[in-house]
Structure formats: structure tokens, C-alpha cells
């Protein structure tokens, strides 16, 4: 067998992002042992981080070692016990799949149902946690990877909290590409993933979990299904300041190297100049996206920046267009997921990619391949347009 | 916050152990999306060389996105439903961990308690069995790693089937560095980790679940508690040949890239080869922590080639001599886990690291922090015997 030698390729898609070249060189670094105190420094740098970045006290905030996915299952699994009401928020995907993972928890759970492509509305979830006697803990999906939608969370959290109920927020698609602020907006779990706006390859889920959540925690009546994922285990071998870190499973060495390495290079570029960055690659796409006539699937006033959807135009057919961006131009962006499947493309721009050059290539590329498979459109419409959004976001930032 | 340099180390703990550089560096390569179709390719060749390393013919055999204790959980979660019952056959750590892990099932565990430092007895398993109306599991460790103990494993599985129950196996010590033919010797699941005899960072868990234990996926009452490693919806994105592979979650890419190097320099070397290698180190280190006066821990005879367990001397503390090794000689060996902490010492000669260069190296440092902190130890001694036993090693099987 030979060895594998992969193309270098734009990952414009719904994640992975391409990660920072610096993050995986550090993965390069030689290995040490799990208790080695090298090490252990290393998991204080990354929690420091992280805390920094989340916007959170918390010292419970740690990688969990698993992807995205596996910092979901952390975060209801540990809150929720059977017997237990959890309200989950759906307006796409990973919505759906908090229910799925929420009921193994052997919770009893509620779904709200958006229509996807619109943000989860307050109203319906107030409505319905004054039908119950008490709900354990309410859950959503900040940025829906599936979509493209942001929900805005203040107002949801104030909710929860009213009726005593914990609040749970995905933001695999946003933490490090879009605001959030876990202590201020009153979020009590929350959990990311390194491959989208951290620069990272897929692999670890940074993690966090509040006062509430350590409480809850600390009183539950049973263990945690997930021995794996159980938090107060984890929290003793990265939280443990005072006593001895207590072994639980050998950390994922390398991963850690390149998340620390992508921490640092956020933290030079400064979080609220890398969202600024998200937002004007954003609007410049958006802009030239509409330029080209095509339409954006989110709802106007709650579009994602680091992840677009736009609806794929009659006459087209999804997957030959795509395959043509990879093979012509090197680019992949993503399918729709679930019911959305040949309905939307999702185009992210995430982490190291969210970059304007990145935006033009994409606009002139998929002028190409449209045209070619029988779409009209004038050459350079979307680049122009997307340069004059450019100009119009940094003079409204200046 | 600067650069982490870690320092190099020779990793001679009970893992990780040091990768080898090409896995480090392929680890570099650039990312591709999880259903590009090199990807998939890159899936399909990780695959097939597991499968010949842990010799099955089975294709639900994949490679977890977490660690060994995820390849735990993930193979009892899967066979066991809430009030199965289980016999976990404890003879270390590992076991115990087994057990709290099928507990969190909502199985019944019944568990047999073997002495430390000795292999699991099939004649108290056989006892168990025959107390039940029926035993859905039967699990143990092969390779302890907490004591160095290797346990046969053909006795037990005939066992097993005989009272048609499922026989889990932990092989996170022994596979790439001990014998283990999965489908000949009867195992229905077995695991493993990247860190140990694989030469890879830790992350992930290769792992094969066998015909007997697809039907009992198959035929489940209930969805397994956990989704991240639920077998049946890994098995639709890895094994899947004949129909659209089915997003799970996203692969990480990098540690994906560093598992299939490490497996191809695994059938460069050739696995035969490479577990004689790990044999003739394992000798030549035994045979000179006895000419040093030490005595070895695990039963003569089931002794693990890859992690060797000694007593600490008496009037030795444990912890001085473990930082001196680090700090004169970058040289990390592992403390006792559970009720051998300050007792034992592990030795782990792993992969890359089961080298008799290695053992040299260990046994000269060791002789040299041993006689600082008060031993009488004849300088050479240890080395002598290493090289005797090389030698005859050599002789038995040329």
C-alpha cells in the first residue's frame, strides 16, 4: 500500500475546515505522557484558552476527547437523568439530533419544531415550559450547521432560568467565527468542535459547564451513561488544581498540541477581530451569492456568518456541480443534510478560511461551473458585488 | 503564550508510547472533507488493514473517534441492554473499569475477582455460567495493563458460546505487539488503542464486532445508550460498500491519516516479525530486572510482552526514582494504578519502542537512579543478562 498523499484542497464545505498549517505541525511535536507535567501545563494553557474564549469563569471547561458529536452526548448526558423533561429547540439537523441523544439519556423529551431556516423562536419555548411541572433542562442549537441559521440566545436563557431549567447550547458552528459570551447570555452548557471556526482538524470538542450545570452534576441520583464522557471524571484529571489529577483516559496528545497551537494563533489575531473577519467574508459571499440570482436559504437578520446556505437553482442538479468544484478548482463546499439533501448547497466560511480571497475564488468558480452546466450568468456579477459589500462592511465598522 | 517545545522523551510507560515520525508526519497532510472520496478510500484501506492485523473477516471493523476507553464503552453499550446480565472477569484495573462501564449499561454485573498479577481462571467462569439462565456477555482484559498479565483467550471463549454469550475482549495492550487471531480463537468484540503497540498518538480505538455480535445489534430492543458509538450508524458511514455511505459525525481526519501510516509500517515490518521483536525485547528486560535484584510482578508464564510490571524494592520510593529517570535521562516509566500505586513499576516497550537498544538504555539509567538512591547494585549486571537473554531468544527461534 502506498502512501497517502492527499490533494490539497479549499474545504469550503460544512466543516472540516483547512486547518491552520501552524496547528498541524505543532501536532508534530513529540508525545508525552499523560501526567508528564509538561503536559499538564499544556492542559492549563488550553483551559485558560478556552475559558477566555467561551467568556466563561467555569474551570470545568476542558477538550472532551471526541468530535463535536461527542460533546452533545457530554452535555445532555451528564444533565440529564431518566425520568427527566427536556425541551429541545429543532430548526435543523443537529437538532433532530439532540432529541435522538437526549431520549437515550432515557430523558422524556419535548420538540419544538421551526421550520428550518428560521431561528428558534422564544415564544413557542415559553409556551411551553409553562406546561410542565418541572423541566430539567432546555436545548438548542446556536449556529445550525444544517441551515445556516443563528438563534440568538439571551432571551431563551432568561426563560430557562425562570422555570429553573438548564440551558444547553450547540455551538460547534460558532465559538472562535461568531460571538458568544456563555456567563453574560446565562448559558449553562456549552460545547464546540475544533474543526470549524477553531483551525483545527476534527478530533477534540471544547466543552464548558457553569454553576447550574456543576450543581446538577454534583446531586445527580445516577451516573452518567457515558463513563467515557462523565464530566466529573474529566473535571479530575483537567480541573484539579489542588489535589492530584486523577487518571481517566489517556488524553489525545497530539490533538491537544494543535488545539493549543490554534488558541494561540486565535488569540494573536483577537477573537473580536477573527468574528469581524467572519462577518465581512460573510456579507461579501451573501452579496455575490445574490448577485448571481441565487437565494439565500436563512431568514434575513439571522444568517450565519460562518456558514451560508442558498438554495440550489431549478434546472441545476446538485452533485455534478459540486463534483466540477472539486475537480476543476480544487473546492468542496457542502450538500443539504436530512430533508434538505439536493435542495440547498451550504458554503462555510470558517476559521482560517473566512477570508475575502477565498470568497472571490468561490464566486468566480461557481460562475463557471453554473454557466457550463446551463445557467446564464454574466461574468464578474458576484465578484463585483461581493467587492462593493467588502467596502460597505468595513466603512460600517470604521 | 509561547510556543509548546516539548521536550523529547522515551516513552517507556504504559503509553502512550512514542509514535513513529512518518505517522507524525502524515499526520500533517491537508484535510479533506469526510465524504471526499479520497477520504473514503483512506476509510476502505484502514479497514482492511485492521481487519488482517486483528484477523477477521468481519467489515464492521472501524476505528472509533476516541480513545481505548471509548472502544470500551462502545463494545459493551452495543451488546449489552438495560437487564442483560454480564460476567466481567477482573484481574486489574481495566476489569474494574469493565464493570462500571456494563453497570452504566443497565446490565446486571457479575463479576469475578482474580488476584492481581495473575490470568483470568476459565474454570471460575465456567462455575459463573453455569449459575445462570442466561449470560449475555462474557468480557476481559487480555493484556492488563495495571499488573503486565497476558490472559489466554481460547479456553474461555468455547466457554462463552457454550452458553451462547457474547465474549468481549480488551486488547488496547496487546494488538500490534502480542499474538490475537479475533475469528480462530472465537472473540465476537475486541478493541484496542492507537497509543500502545501501534505506534500512533492516542485517539482512536480500532475495534471488530463479529457475526455472533452483529445479530445482536441487529436484533437490539433498545437504541444503545450512546449515539457517538453506536456501532450500527458507524457501521452505515465506515463499512458501507454497496450504498451511499450515511454521515455519523466527522471523521478526524488527521489522526485517520497518522492510524493508516502506522498500520502500513506495521505490514512493512510484517506482523509476525513485529510480535517476535516485541517478544525478544520483553525477554532481554525481564532477564535483566532480575540480574538487578528486582522482582517481577505478573504470574510466570502469562507474563505481557509489552508491559512489564516489577516491584518497587523495598526501602525504594517509588516517585523519586520515576523523576529522576524523566529528569537525567528523559526516560518515562509508569507508576502502579488503583491499590499498586507505590508498589509497581510498568515498563512499557511498545511499537516503535520494544527495541533492545531500548531496554539497554532503561536498565544502564535504571541501575545508575537505583544505586543514588541507596542500592548496592553492581554496575552492568543488568545489561549483561539483557544481552544473555537476547542471545538465547535469538537461538529458541532461529
Not at 57 to 82: F, K, Q, R, W, Y
Request: proline content about 4%; some cysteine; charged content about 20%.
Amino acid at each position: 500500500m502506498r502512501e497517502f498523499i492527499p490533494q490539497e484542497r479549499l474545504l469550503l464545505g460544512a466543516g472540516p475546515s483547512n486547518a491552520n498549517p501552524r496547528v498541524l505541525r505543532a501536532m508534530t511535536q513529540p508525545l508525552l505522557g499523560y501526567l508528564d507535567s509538561d503536559f499538564l501545563q499544556l492542559l492549563d494553557d488550553v483551559r485558560a484558552m478556552l475559558k477566555s474564549l467561551f467568556h466563561t469563569h467555569s474551570d470545568l471547561t476542558l477538550a472532551v476527547s471526541g468530535t463535536g458529536t461527542s460533546g452533545m452526548e457530554a452535555s445532555l448526558c451528564n444533565i440529564l437523568e431518566p425520568g427527566d423533561l427536556a425541551i429541545v429547540a429543532v430548526n435543523g439537523f443537529f437538532g433532530l439530533r439532540m432529541t435522538d441523544i437526549a431520549s437515550r439519556c432515557g430523558a422524556t423529551v419535548v420538540q419544538i419544531n421551526t421550520e428550518w431556516g428560521r431561528p428558534v423562536d422564544p415564544e413557542a419555548i415559553k409556551q411551553e415550559l409553562a406546561k410542565h411541572r418541572r423541566v430539567k433542562a432546555v436545548a438548542l442549537v446556536h449556529g445550525e450547521t444544517s441551515t445556516g441559521v443563528l438563534t440568538p440566545l439571551e432571551e431563551i436563557a432568561d426563560l430557562a432560568h425562570s422555570y429553573d431549567a438548564t440551558y444547553i447550547v450547540d455551538a460547534v458552528t460558532s465559538l472562535g467565527g461568531v460571538d458568544i459570551a456563555v456567563d453574560d447570555w446565562g448559558v449553562d452548557v456549552c460545547y464546540s468542535g475544533t474543526q470549524k471556526c477553531l483551525g483545527c482538524p476534527p478530533g477534540l470538542s471544547p466543552i464548558t459547564f457553569g454553576d447550574r450545570a456543576l450543581q446538577i452534576i454534583n446531586t445527580r441520583q445516577t451516573k452518567p451513561h457515558s463513563f467515557y464522557l462523565d464530566m466529573a471524571l474529566l473535571g479530575a484529571y483537567w480541573a484539579s488544581t489542588t489535589t492530584r489529577r486523577a487518571y481517566h483516559h489517556t488524553a489525545p496528545t497530539s490533538m491537544l498540541y494543535g488545539l493549543r497551537e490554534g488558541l494561540r494563533i486565535i488569540f494573536e489575531e483577537g477573537p473580536e477581530q477573527r468574528v469581524r473577519r467572519h462577518q465581512a467574508s460573510a456579507q461579501s459571499l451573501r452579496s455575490g451569492l445574490e448577485a448571481l440570482g441565487l437565494k439565500l436559504f436563512a431568514e434575513n437578520g439571522y444568517r450565519l456568518d460562518s456558514l451560508t446556505a442558498v438554495y440550489i437553482p431549478d434546472s441545476i442538479e446538485d452533485e455534478p456541480v459540486r463534483r466540477a468544484l472539486v475537480k476543476d478548482y480544487n473546492i468542496e463546499i457542502g450538500g443539504g443534510l436530512g430533508e434538505l439533501r439536493g435542495k440547498i448547497w451550504r458554503i462555510g466560511l470558517m476559521g482560517e478560511n473566512a477570508t475575502h480571497g477565498n470568497v472571490l475564488f468561490l464566486l468566480s468558480a461557481l460562475e463557471q461551473v453554473l454557466n457550463r452546466f446551463g445557467s446564464h450568468l454574466s461574468l464578474g456579477n458576484g465578484v463585483a458585488a461581493a467587492e462593493r459589500a467588502l467596502v460597505a462592511y468595513q466603512a460600517s465598522i470604521a
